[in-house]
């Protein structure tokens, strides 16, 4: 299969390319050609490995791609580093119509989502510089709201000719988060703080991606750039095996028929794990309505409400950091797909985000019928709300109550926006479809264990690692936190340097000489 860009001005690739270049060269993001139909129900029973080659070979594999034997090793390599033999299990609370399916996605080996693509992507790497036939060294620049840079440093540490980079706000992430990435072993990781937010890190990326003169002295050198982030098709596509093996899971639990769709629900901020939802759903996996879940930086959710999205304003710090995000990467994929691949259009709308940081991109369509020609109809659906940090963390505690369920501060935003989708607060009053519904929980609680320790009613101790273990002896957990968490109290800080944003590009040329 070959990949274009939504910006419409570089040509197409094959799979092996995209992968490498993470981001096309006139500045927009791979998209496939097409979506390739799925057989969902020959899947229904299958093991992740076999759902997952099933769900990314057609994109992966043949014509400029990747050996299809080495995709199905390397799904089997990075499944191996899971806690649990399903990867991604289910874990079902109530019954019938208001069931929620709580999609765990933070068993791997740093307990967040992001470990279902970075335990993989190292090898999709690999398998693409074989496919390349590309010398010398990938350098993996990667902007992190918290969890993509620690699941980047572990998936690529000690990975032969590559070097990966991860810059992280000092600010913008949670205590556990910041010791997991500035305590990384690894003879080819660095790790850069930054003083700004995610936004800064993101564009501070995309900038050294832009900078001609920058590649080329990193070319000199023998360096070819590629990316860990969601901008990386290499990110998306093994995110949307989980919706496959969610929905699996449902129907294996008898909470929903062959052919009846189920809800899904994001607490996102980059948009991409929704829009792995939405080609899962074109891909014709039984998915009903989207909803984006956002906190108190609710830019996602005004733009679905009101066609214009303004990214002029203040980053709000909150209890949900992987969540604070002002320019939402994927939502430049999104826009590509629900306009008839309108190139024009997309790139229009990024130059102004970028030039003014505000776009309006008019009514979004509602009904297939709005949609433009050539637009796909089943990627369209998408509601969004907000939750406050005191709503998150109100539901936070219900849920412990009412099902003996913890979960993180993100999680928790998803849950308390499907609660308002399913009373009709995000569809003008109008009730929607009583079904299931598949929320991401896409972290641990033990990653914020004081956010969560104060939802549940009790003050965190000065030492976070003590917090840690009272979180688990308050919530009833006899597993206690995890080990990959726990562990962290012994472990020698790394990583200690902060620079400023403009630093950014010759810093990170400084840190490769050493």
């Known amino acids: 299969m070959r990949f274009t860009s939504t910006r419409g001005q570089a040509p197409a690739v094959g799979a092996a390319r995209a992968v490498l270049d993470g981001l096309a060269p006139d500045g927009g993001l791979y998209v496939p050609e097409r979506i390739e139909p799925l057989d969902v129900e ?12 099933a769900v990314m070979a057609p994109y992966l594999t043949g014509e400029g791609g990747l050996p299809a034997d080495g995709l199905r090793e390397a799904v089997e390599a990075a499944a191996a580093r899971f806690e649990t033999e399903e990867v991604v299990p289910l874990t079902v609370l109530g019954e019938a119509d208001g069931t929620i399916g709580l999609l765990e996605l933070f068993h791997g080996p740093t307990h967040a989502f992001k470990d279902v693509a970075l335990t993989l992507l190292p090898h999709l790497v690999t398998l693409a510089r074989t496919a390349e036939g590309q010398q010398g060294t990938t350098l993996v620049l990667t902007a992190t709201s918290g969890d993509t840079g620690k699941a980047a440093l572990e998936g690529f540490k000690d990975v032969p000719d590559t070097e990966v980079v991860v810059l992280y706000p000092t600010e913008g992430v949670s205590f556990m988060q910041k010791q997991q990435m500035r305590t990384q072993a690894g003879g080819n990781v660095h790790v850069l703080g930054i003083h700004g937010d995610f936004d800064d890190a993101q564009r501070a990326v995309k900038a050294l991606f832009a900078d001609a003169g920058a590649r080329e002295r990193l070319t000199g050198r023998g360096y070819a750039v590629s990316s860990a982030n969601s901008i990386n098709l290499g990110r998306l596509l093994p995110q949307m095996v989980y919706y496959v093996t969610g929905y699996a899971a449902l129907r294996r639990a008898g909470m929903v028929a062959a052919g009846e769709p189920v809800d899904v629900v994001v607490p996102t901020g980059n948009f991409g794990n929704l829009l792995a939802a939405t080609w899962a759903r074109a891909a014709g996996v039984p998915l009903g309505t989207m909803v984006c879940a956002t906190n108190e930086n609710r830019v996602l959710a005004d733009f679905f409400a009101t066609g214009t999205y303004d990214a002029r304003r203040g980053l709000v710090r909150t209890d ?15 826009l590509h797909d629900t306009s008839g691949r309108d190139s024009d259009r997309v790139r229009a709308a990024m130059a102004q985000l970028a030039d003014e940081r505000v776009f309006d991109w008019g009514a979004l369509p509602g009904e297939p019928a709005d949609l433009p020609e050539g637009a796909d109809a089943s990627r369209h659906r998408v509601v969004a709300g907000t939750a406050t940090g005191e709503q998150a963390a109100a539901t936070l505690r219900a849920m412990h109550a009412e099902h003996g ?15 308002q989708y399913r009373r009709g607060d995000l569809t003008g009053g109008q009730q929607p479809p009583a079904r299931p519904a598949l929320v991401a929980a896409t972290a641990s609680p033990y990653k914020f264990a ?7 009613g009790h003050e965190a101790d000065e030492d976070e690692f003590d917090t840690l273990v009272r979180l688990a002896t308050t919530a009833g957990d006899e597993r206690g936190a995890p080990l990959g968490l726990s562990s962290l109290r012994d472990a020698a800080v790394l990583h200690e340097q902060v620079v400023e944003v403009p630093e950014v590009p010759s810093t990170i040329e400084e840190v490769l000489h050493r």
Do not use: Y
Not at 42 to 52: G, K
Not at 320 to 328: A, C, H, K
Not at 450 to 456: D, E, Q, R, S, T
């Open 42 to 53: 020959s899947l229904l029973d299958a093991p992740w490995a076999e759902v997952a080659t």
């Open 405 to 419: 369920t913890l979960v993180d501060p993100h999680t928790a935003v998803a849950l308390d926006v499907l609660a």
């Open 450 to 456: 004081p956010a969560v320790l104060a939802a549940l």
């Open 320 to 334: 949900s950091p992987s969540m604070d995000i002002l320019v939402s990467s994927n939502l430049e994929r999104f």
